[in-house]
């Protein structure tokens, strides 16, 4: 990245991934605790707009309303901070330890193996409770996918709830995964 310091104290590390709409870096805090691990969110202004002519930094924003309203529940990632510059909006959270669903899924299909059937009905549970968490909170996610789920000892986590909001009945503004969220 071109600006590795960021808002004073959040060091990028680690690039994870690109798009036009933004990155995800791994970084670190630069302060008298140690430099505790964390994740950075970027999103570009005036990319990815909806039809509504949201862009990503307004989605961003919303994952940030999002993660302080149900961080109580521990059902997603804790937000550490979030700030908009001119060009860009910036989300950071503490990682949730654990692989994506889509991760450990992919490695035991390498295998030729599939998750016992146990261990399908435990997760299943868990995201369910998560999601009922998120839906209890009056919100609900337009996004959920393997790789926006994290699998930990406690039970399944919620990461990238950009496209989290109010329950309704309007179309969404046509974004998100196909095949992962509503058709509308």
Request: glycine share 10%; hydrophobic share 40%; proline share 7%.
């Amino acid at each position: 990245p071109t600006t590795r310091v960021l808002h004073g104290k959040y060091v990028r590390a680690h690039r994870v991934f690109q798009s036009p709409k933004g990155s995800i870096d791994l970084g670190v805090v630069d302060d008298a605790d140690g430099g505790a691990l964390v994740v950075i969110k970027e999103a570009y202004a005036h990319t990815m707009e909806d039809l509504a002519g949201r862009d990503a930094r307004a989605r961003l924003r919303d994952e940030a309303r999002c993660l302080t309203a149900v961080g109580p529940a521990g059902i997603a990632p804790t937000l550490t901070d979030y700030w908009e510059e001119a060009g860009s909006s910036f989300l950071v959270y503490t990682p949730i330890p654990g692989s994506t669903l889509a991760t450990l899924i992919s490695k035991l299909a390498v295998q030729g193996l599939r998750p016992p059937l146990n261990l399908l009905r435990s997760w299943t549970a868990s995201l369910c409770a998560a999601v009922a968490q998120l839906h209890a909170m009056g919100y609900v996610s337009c996004d959920i996918k393997p790789s926006n789920i994290v699998v930990t000892a406690d039970g399944l986590r919620l990461i990238d709830l950009e496209l989290a909001g109010p329950a309704t009945t309007e179309p969404t503004g046509g974004m998100g995964t196909p095949g992962y969220c509503s058709p509308q």
